[in-house]
């Protein structure tokens, strides 16, 4: 069970972060949300997820969750059903948001006035094939510009988000990449006819314990009594889940059209070395770290380690593709915007050419609808810096999947 203490020792400070910025915009919230017809895509994921726990309580007329894995999407219509707050109309979907049944289905519901979009691989493990990268591709693009031309189609009157990702500053993976194209994609102008709704974004820190995350790893490896593996001289900022779903909630109703929400985090107070937080980790449950760099080592002393209230942590070289040592939120020609927010301030989107765009989208369809057409990793990475010159893509050749 993640408690509020055991979230705390990953984020080093006391949780609930943004809530005071919503609570103080809880009137404003209210307008954008109330009574309103919502579709959050994406739903069931762990972001996704804390984003409808979070509009609950200012009463939807209607919210629709679309998700392609069905058992996280029951077990969020359980936990909807089971928290007591009244619904008009909720339903949960099982499908590929970018199917033909999606769009079947924008076409026969009544119009929805907000979107909110999750659904994505967020992995930069993603990127170890062709075959992974197309498919993070088409996720992340591919099927984003499909939804724009379908929701574009019905006339989408109110909000649209879609969450971005740290990552997205100054990329040096696919998956940043992706998501920094993912962000001109949704605020282009001309790429997709009739696309006129409010469009606003996030970029923010890691969730901690969120779904496939490093730290989740922890508490599963912990109870396998498998060793903890982290990796060396790595910094990154954490948030918890309950402050990702509220700066969502927050971004999508409050950011000004072609803006981005950004936590005001600080080096200094809130980034945390990931060897940092496994070892917080421990300490919470009442263990002392025991570094190890041998992974078979390890293995072999766990059980002696734990007999004497201590644990193995393996501490790995951060020389995998596309590691940073840091994580940043906006590049320097990004320029802060304040919005009347204690903990979050604004960044304007940096266009990027809408014909190359349009291109790149053009050259990943075609690859992805007939798979005669060759393609290989070193195509992709030269086809997005031609759209994304900020993009220098760390290759080493080693994958996580080779690690702990």
């Not at 994406?42 to 979070?54: F, L, M, P």
Request: charged share 25%; aromatic share 6%; proline share 6%.
């Amino acid at each position: 069970m993640i408690t509020e203490g055991l979230v705390q020792a990953a984020t080093g400070r006391p949780p609930g972060m943004f809530l005071r910025d919503a609570e103080a915009c809880r009137e404003r919230l209210s307008h954008e949300f109330q009574g309103r017809r919502i579709l959050v895509i994406g739903a069931a994921g762990s972001i996704g997820a804390a984003t409808v726990r979070a509009l609950l309580p200012f009463a939807p007329s209607a919210l629709h969750a679309v998700d392609i894995n069905e058992n996280s999407l029951t077990e969020l219509v359980r936990e909807v059903r089971g928290g007591g707050v009244p619904m008009k109309e909720f339903l949960a979907l099982p499908l590929d948001y970018g199917s033909p049944v999606m769009e079947r289905l924008l076409l026969e519901q009544p119009r929805y006035d907000v979107v909110l979009l999750f659904a994505a691989l967020k992995h930069v493990r993603s990127e170890k094939t062709s075959h992974t990268l197309l498919q993070m591709l088409d996720t992340n693009l591919v099927k984003l510009f499909r939804l724009m031309r379908w929701l574009s189609g019905t006339r989408l009157p109110g909000r649209f988000f879609s969450v971005s990702s740290d990552k997205a500053a100054y990329p040096v993976n696919l998956m940043g990449a992706s998501k920094r194209l993912m962000e001109n994609l949704i605020f282009s102008e001309g790429l997709v006819p009739g696309w006129t709704p409010r469009v606003s974004s996030a970029r923010f820190a890691n969730v901690a314990f969120s779904q496939g995350s490093l730290l989740q790893s922890f508490v599963e490896r912990l109870d396998k009594r498998q060793p903890l593996a982290a990796p060396k001289d790595v910094r990154r900022y954490f948030i918890s889940l309950e402050e990702a779903g509220t700066i969502c909630l927050l971004a999508s109703a409050l950011a000004a059209p072609g803006h981005l929400l950004i936590p005001r985090l600080n080096p200094a107070d809130h980034l945390r070395t990931i060897e940092s937080v496994a070892v917080a980790f421990l300490r919470h449950h009442g263990l002392d770290a025991v570094p190890y760099e041998d992974v078979a080592e390890a293995r072999r002393a766990l059980e002696s380690d734990l007999g004497s209230k201590r644990y193995p942590l393996v501490l790995t070289q951060p020389d995998t593709d596309g590691e940073k040592p840091c994580e940043e939120f906006r590049e320097h020609e990004e320029h802060l915007v304040d919005v009347g927010l204690k903990d979050l301030a604004a960044i304007r989107s940096l266009p990027c050419s809408a014909q190359a765009l349009g291109s790149l989208l053009d050259r990943l369809t075609r690859c992805l609808e007939d798979a005669s057409v060759p393609v290989s990793k070193d195509d992709v990475v030269k086809w997005v810096s031609e759209v994304l010159p900020q993009f220098h893509h760390q290759a080493s050749g080693k994958s996580l999947d080779e690690r702990l």
